[in-house]
Every structure is written in C-alpha cells, then in structure tokens.
C-alpha cells in the first residue's frame, strides 16, 4: 500500500472543508511565500514555484496518478512532476508562435526536481540528480508542510481520527496543550484551527532557524553552490524530522489505510480508467483541440493530457456526461 497523500481526504471530506488541488496549492504557496522571505530569497520564484507544483496532477490525486501510470506503462508512462513541466513547456501556448509559458530556467528546473516523501523527480534532463535551487528546496518542504496540516485537519473533520487517537503522536501533544488548558470543556472540532496553526508555527520556525544554520555552515554564496551541495540546505532539524515523520506515520496508518478512503480512492481509480477507456475507444469525444494533436502524438498520450488536466469536478461531471444515461450532454 503506498502513501495516497491528501487525495482521498479530499474527497472524503469535501462537504465539510471545501479543500481541493486549488486550495492545496494556495495553502502551498502562502507557505512558500513566508519561508522565503523569512530565508532572504527570491519570494517571486518561491511562489511561482509552488503555484506550479502541482499542475501535472490528474484528477483524485495519487490514485488518479496510479490509474494513468498504469494505462500509460506500454506508452511512454505517466508521472506528475514530468506532467508539470510538459503543461508549462508545451501544452499552455498562450501565443500562437511559441510552445509553453517561458518561464526561467530555475522554475523549470525546480520542478523537475520535485521531491518529497512521497514525490521524486520526473524524468527530464533538467532532473540531473543535483539539489534544487532554495526557492524549489522551500516549495518541497511547503508541499509536505501543506498536506500533512490539511490531512489531519480533514481527518478530525470528517471523524475518521479523534483527540484520544493523536494523545501519542509529539506534535500534536506539543500543539494542543495550550489550547486544551485553556478550553478545557470544547470539543476537539472547536479548537482544531488553533492547535493546527500552533503546529504549523512550530514547524516553520524549525525550517528557518535548521535552514538558516545549514546555509551558513555550508558557506552557500551562489546558485552553484547549491546545486553542488551534499543535500538540502532548506529542511527540518532531526529532532523536528522525526516528529513530523511520526505524523507522517500515523496519518498512514490511521487516515489513508482507513476503509472509507480507500473505497474512495478505488472509484477514483474507476473514474480515471473508464473515461481513458471512452475517449480511447472513440476519440472524437475529445475537445477538437486535443484529437487534432492524435496524429502526431498517439491517442494514448493526448487522452493522458486531457484527463491529466481534469479537476476532480470536471472528472465527475465528464464522467456522467458519458456514462449515466440521463445526463444532459
């Protein structure tokens, strides 16, 4: 079982929060944008950053990603970071002249060396093996920082997990200390924000004081100098890495192991493969735009565009716009 990240919580718990990619990627970026400032760095490029970090990803997060590498193994393959730079470098042309958005180098760059936990690097020739410039370094850590937040705060929302489950787990003790002694009598729903924004206090405070420490003991000067460096200078003391990967653990075991997440993530995945189906079997359902690229690219790979855009509203509603027998169309 691998990690399904914030995907299914997502889903899940769409009723209560009004989470989705698109308020993932902002909380990303807010993040993004408060580390870089804190580190002294290029915040334009931090935020630029982690608003495109995500632009590869298909509908239903890593289940949706599961089921397009699968259908795409016999062609050419599927994976998000390589998605990312292919929409910026290819599919968005908002001059007719040119292919791709121009952006600069180091924004490409960093997204083709998106790594996290549960993300690593695309293959791309800009995905040299090398460190990431700062700013990709922050936009990582932000990406982990966001997700790991949201999902607990999905998983208290939509009860999958309750006060008594996260008793053991350090950072969430640490966090809700305060607010537990101060309201002692509220239920966990009611003081969940405070707690989370405590933790995320922690949190970054952590990164900046480790990152700034590392960047000096590295005598960090130059973008070379980063890229020439052993590992990432942007990252959390061991102390803090072992707590955050004790959360990391339990959200695993607790949340995205849950039978109601993976009853969902098992639909996505349904979802994602009947509509690749479709659009496969007959191709002119696809927007004239995309069947017109068929030709010269394979329908495998243009169908893996297009649903690889796909919000998980757009997925839904397509999917019923084929499927259900009463739908308009």
């Known amino acids: 079982m691998v990690l399904l990240r914030y995907a299914s919580s997502l889903i899940l718990s769409a009723r209560i929060s009004k989470r989705n990619s698109l ?28 608003l495109t970090h995500d632009l590869g990803h298909p509908p239903f997060g890593h289940a949706g990603e599961m089921a ?37 180098y180091e924004v490409r760059e ?17 995905a040299d093996g090398t460190c990431a410039p700062v700013e990709g370094q922050i936009a990582n850590l932000a990406d982990r920082l966001a997700y790991d937040g949201h999902d607990l705060e999905d998983a208290i929302g939509a009860n999958l997990i309750g006060e008594g489950d996260l008793a053991d787990v350090q950072l969430w003790a640490a966090a809700i200390a305060g607010p537990r002694r101060q309201y002692p009598d509220l239920p966990l729903a ?35 100098d980063v890229r020439r460096h052993s590992q990432d200078v942007v990252a959390f003391s061991e102390s803090m890495e072992s707590r955050v990967r004790e959360l990391e653990a339990f959200l695993q075991e607790k949340v995205y192991r849950h039978p109601r997440l993976i009853r969902m993530d098992n639909k996505a995945a349904r979802f994602v493969t009947r509509l690749f189906e479709a659009y496969l079997a007959e191709p002119k359902l696809l927007p004239p735009r995309f069947a017109a690229r068929i030709a010269e690219q394979g329908a495998h790979r243009v169908i893996c ?10 997925a839904q509603a397509e999917y019923r716009r084929l499927f259900e027998p009463f739908e308009k169309v």
């Open 190 to 224: 009611a003081i969940r924000r405070p707690v989370l924004d405590g933790l995320e206090a922690a949190l970054l405070a952590d990164v900046v004081a480790t990152s700034r420490q590392s960047i000096a003991a590295a005598r960090i000067k130059t973008l070379d």
């Open 110 to 126: 960093s997204l083709a060396k998106h790594c996290t936990l549960y993300d690593k690097p695309g293959c791309h020739p800009l």
């Open 68 to 104: 397009l590498r699968d259908l795409m193994r016999d062609h050419g393959g599927f994976e998000h970071n390589a998605q990312s730079l292919r929409v910026v470098e290819y599919l968005e042309h908002p001059y007719p002249p040119y292919r791709g958005l121009n952006m600069s």
């Open 23 to 50: 308020t993932h990627t902002l909380e990303v970026a807010s993040i993004a944008r408060r580390l870089c400032v804190a580190l002294q760095v290029n915040v334009a490029v931090g935020e630029l950053i982690a």
């Open 305 to 314: 565009d297009y649903i690889a855009g796909m919000t998980d509203s757009f």
